[in-house]
């Protein structure tokens, strides 16, 4: 975790030292990450956001009636979908696909010397490698998890009105909006530009720690996506922590 | 002031052993060619000049500053006025010669296509026009040989040092222009004869 963050800090300082005109360079590096970890993932974390939203609400729909807490339906789709699972969701996807390219990535280059033959000619690894990834990771999982509270929102409510009479599709929206807060989308955003950091931070790191063997790069891949994961849900854990009202349990 | 100071300097090779005690130092306008015994790896010992592998022993000085336990902005900023050429060095596999050969100047600030330009033209020089989108594992040895070292010239450098360069007669010319603008040059090589315009020629021999 220590070594992680000092990377984070150290290419943050890296890119402000560089001249305006090669920041702008690298916006091209960042770009295809996006590319690659935003859009190319859309149809992956798509299929996953169907499933689950049609899980949740139909499950919901029927359930909740039960409880004579039909009303509070709405609430509780935000808070599952919009604000917890969504966003870890489309965090284990982007770790375990992009998260391990990274990691692939630089600790192939690691070994080859090709890192260190960019640092020989007076280029900052951390400021053309790291950054620029780390940028497009956590702009791509914040993306995508607009895309999968969209999606799985969609899919939920057209099932659940096409398979209840009780249920509208235009009611279903309504009374999301209506339930929903700024605050739940501010706290849903923050915890995937988070977890966006977190994951190409973890995996660059494990990357570069790549030795000269090639028996390193699928060792350090394995290991970046496993404390990507890890990463994730210790921020889950803190974010929730902070921002859940815990005396409500107890009343 | 000497741009770059191997004093008794040992760096560990492959395998873990260490090369012979290294000693030469390079001033501004001078080529300096340290020939190397064959079991001697070239690599090591560039690497060794800029802090990317340690010395085992002896002290590695660059433009005065030692090199020992460096920061990483303060090593930073040392190679930033170094270009180093080596086998061990290879290109970036995931860009073409071109964009290899250009990074290092749109790093340091430069107009996108005024440095086109100026690789372009340097590669066109060594014989690697029809090679500019070539990818470098593409290339045969001799091109991608002549692409690492095309990466080193075209970078602003005091100081340049080129491990086991090609034997070709625009590699020789680009180092001798280079020297005549007063830039340091360290050639390592298992054949001092190869480069014939040394101002100083030196031997390494096995210890």
């Known amino acids: ?93 982007v770790a375990s696909r992009s998260g391990a390219a990274i990691a692939a990535e630089l600790s192939t280059m690691k070994t080859r010397g090709e890192i260190d033959g960019l640092s020989a000619v007076g280029v900052d690894p951390l400021a053309t490698l790291v950054f620029p990834r780390i940028a497009g990771v956590a702009v791509a999982v914040a993306s995508l998890t607009v895309v999968f509270i969209g999606v799985a929102f969609l899919a939920g409510f057209a099932f659940a009105a096409v398979s209840r009479e009780s249920l509208t599709f235009s009611g279903l929206v309504f009374n ?76 | 002031m000497s741009l770059l100071a191997l004093q008794q300097a040992t760096f560990a090779g492959p395998g873990g052993c260490a090369t012979a005690a290294v000693d030469v130092d390079v001033r501004p306008g001078e080529l300096v060619v340290l020939e190397l015994p064959t079991a001697v790896p070239g690599a090591a010992i560039a690497r060794g000049s800029v802090g990317l592998t340690p010395a085992v022993s002896g002290q590695v000085t660059l433009f005065g500053v030692p090199i020992v336990d460096n920061a990483h902005e303060d090593l930073l900023k040392l190679r930033q006025r170094t270009a180093i050429s080596s086998p061990g060095l290879p290109l970036l596999s995931n860009m073409s010669v071109r964009e290899n050969v250009a990074f290092p100047l749109l790093m340091r600030g430069g107009r996108r296509q005024d440095v086109l330009a100026l690789v372009d033209a340097l590669l066109e020089q060594l014989g690697l026009a029809q090679h500019l989108d070539t990818r470098p594992e593409e290339l045969p040895a001799t091109a991608e040989a002549l692409a690492r070292v095309g990466r080193a010239l075209a970078v602003p450098a005091e100081l340049l040092v080129v491990d086991h360069p090609p034997r070709d007669d625009a590699v020789r010319a680009l180092l001798d222009d280079k020297r005549a603008q007063g830039v340091g040059i360290l050639v390592l090589t298992s054949a001092a004869a190869d480069v014939p315009n040394a101002t100083r020629a030196l031997q390494l021999r096995p210890g």
């Open chain 1, 1 to 93: 975790m220590l070594q992680t963050t000092a990377l984070l800090v150290a290419s943050v300082r890296s890119v402000w030292r560089l001249p305006p005109r090669a920041r702008f360079a690298l916006r091209r590096v960042s770009f295809r990450q996006i590319l690659f970890t935003g859009i190319e993932a859309i149809p992956l974390v798509s299929l996953v956001a169907v499933t689950f939203g049609i899980l949740v609400i139909v499950q919901s729909a029927n359930s909740l009636p039960e409880f004579g807490q039909a009303e509070f339906m709405s609430r509780l789709l935000v808070l599952l979908i919009g604000k917890e699972f969504g966003p870890v969701l489309v965090a284990f996807l």
């Open chain 1, 176 to 251: 999301l909006f209506s339930a929903m807060t700024l605050g739940d989308i501010a706290i849903a955003m923050s915890k995937s530009l988070l977890f966006g950091v977190a994951i190409a931070g973890f995996c660059a790191e494990r990357g570069l720690a790549a030795g000269r063997s090639s028996t390193d790069v699928p060792r350090m891949t394995l290991q970046a996506v496993v404390s990507a994961v890890f990463a994730c849900v210790v921020i889950e854990i803190v974010v929730t922590a902070l921002t859940v009202d815990f005396g409500a349990l107890t009343r």
